[in-house]
């Protein structure tokens, strides 16, 4: 009787733990697969803190921020190094970055992510102040003599140096503002929502550019102003290219300013990823930023706090499953992953791109199915 019991018990066990993680990837193999990455980040550092070259304070940001988000401690010498580098990038006017970076406002949105996220003593609270400023200080809006019917109201770009605004630097802004404490009412979120919006292809009251209509699929592509861009392409309309990268970002744009799926924006974008749901390729691009694209992919998803997409042929999909079995695929012996099919937006770099992949996992984790 004892036995039978005990072969009961652990049959309970073994049933309960089908039940805990019956949504994402299998708990061991994902534990393997985020030590192997985090064995490889903490050996590929420099002496100085940083990681691929010592002025690259992007990349070295978004890795202390990978290795954070999936469980390594400040405590840790890798972490406490990094984290003394991220501050002596920092500058008089808030931005965290080299003195030569031309990409400013990118990297100082990172850093202020991994300072935050390393932040429980409140010991980076000056340096998180001084680069939201910054940041809030990029935006085109009236402070620049720019009036809300301007296609560049709202966004935000590489730097304070003119230029103009795009959707990917913009989405960065959005999320460094949210994660120094920004809530969706914030004045800066709104406005930036309405850039957000106008690089959607959709029209509509919120979006009246004059790309809006000519294709209308409700994906995103990269900048509605200065002639409109999207390495996608256009159609022979004129109208640009939507694709998976900056739709999914900016999905997870609009949600943080607080639209729910009523609003006809976010619908939209769910219709297009619905439609070219996959995690083979960032749609309408290929290979070119596929890790980029699993990073919004994953974050975007999550933050909609969806478990399931159904796709156009009505197949529902576990998304965190596919996409870190997907990963577990492709990663290297030595723990890292890399883009060996396209190189651009630095893909060819395997800091940043298992960065990318930490960050894409630890929205990927096994989720407990609902009672």
Known sequence: MCCFLRIMLLGCLCWNATVLFAAGPEPTKFKASQQKAITFLKNSQNEDGTWTFNEAAGISALVTSAL?????????????????KLVSFCQADGRICSTRSQHSGYETAVALMALQAANQSGKYTPQIKKAERFLRGLQFDEAKDVKPSDLEYGGAGYGPDGGRPDLSNTVFMIEALKAAGAKSDDPAIKKALTFVSRCQNLESEFNTSPAAAKINDGGFYYNVSAGGASPSGKNKDGGLRSYGSMTYAGLKSMIYAGLTPKDPRVKAALDWIQKNYTVENNPGMGDNGLYYYYQLFAKALDTANLTEIKDNTGKTHDWRKELADH??????????????????WFEGDPNLVTAYTLLALKNCEPKPAAD
């Open 327 to 344: 990963l577990f695929a492709l990663q290297q012996e030595n723990g890292s992953w890399v883009n060996s099919k396209s190189n651009r």
């Open 68 to 84: 954070i988000e999936s469980g390594v401690p400040v405590s840790d010498p890798t972490v406490e190094k990094a984290l003394t």
